[in-house]
């Protein structure tokens, strides 16, 4: 069965640490993707990559960075957490073009206190 | 830029009290319309993806459909296990979604 694995469920973290979010897909897909879901905002598109060490900004990659060194991992960084940024995150991938849309990972609750 | 609203926020029906949800959408060149089901805790899985308007998609007790303008999704008399959030998206130039916020739908036993 085809996934998107990330790697945590929950986290708690302290205002100012710097935060990894890994995501690997066993699909081959070309693109990957990494959102944050907020009651009432919907799913926001932080940054997107098409290919291996390619990334592209989203809707709201102010506080985020990301790094694709290998085709299978997208990892998303806060580079100094904030407590606005307590969120549930979600990864996804597509293949080029692919009428299913999005594999969506399972998503990383992060608290940051 | 793309906007997609989704309507109601939360329905609450009987289980066999069938219903539509609603999605209305603004995009420069529509390449596609999504609809996935999310439970909570979890990430979203797909149901469907609309191309045209007049095109229509099924799969057990959901019916998509889509117009130029708006999407629906159809409950047909809905059970316990239908209850979620709805998701819809669609996507224009390129590979990203853009999400609506979604409906929750509770179905009561």
């Known amino acids: 069965d085809v996934k998107v694995t990330q790697s945590s469920r929950y986290l708690v973290k302290r205002t100012g640490e710097k935060v990894f979010l890994e995501c690997v897909q066993d699909?081959?897909?070309?693109?990957m993707f990494w959102y944050r879901q907020d009651p009432g905002l919907g799913l926001r598109l932080i940054y997107f990559?098409?290919?291996?060490?390619?990334?592209e900004k989203g809707d709201i990659p102010e506080g985020y960075s990301v790094s694709r060194e290998k085709k299978e991992r997208f990892s998303l960084i806060l580079e100094s957490a904030s407590t606005n940024q307590t969120s549930m995150y979600l990864c996804?991938?597509?293949?080029?073009?692919?009428?299913?849309?999005?594999?969506f990972g399972s998503g990383t609750r992060l608290t940051v206190v | 830029e793309d906007q997609v609203t989704q309507s109601p926020e939360a329905l609450r029906l009987q289980e066999g009290e069938s219903s539509s949800l609603n999605c209305s959408y603004t995009?420069?060149?529509?390449?596609?319309l999504f609809w996935y089901r999310q439970d909570p805790g979890k990430g979203p899985e797909f149901l469907f993806t609309?191309?045209?308007a007049g095109e229509e998609k099924e799969k057990e007790r959901l019916k998509a459909t889509l117009t130029k303008k708006e999407s629906f999704l159809h409950i047909t008399a809905p059970k316990p296990e239908d209850s979620a959030t709805y998701l819809c998206?669609?996507?224009?130039?390129?590979?990203?979604?853009?999400f609506g916020a979604g409906t929750t739908v509770t179905v009561r036993a």
């Open positions: 609309l191309y045209s």
């Open positions: 995009v420069s060149g529509l390449r596609g």
């Open positions: 998206a669609v996507q224009a130039i390129g590979y990203k979604l853009s």
């Open positions: 990559s098409y290919d291996v060490k390619m990334k």
């Open positions: 996804a991938s597509s293949a080029l073009d692919s009428g299913y849309g999005y594999t």
């Open positions: 699909m081959d897909h070309e693109n």
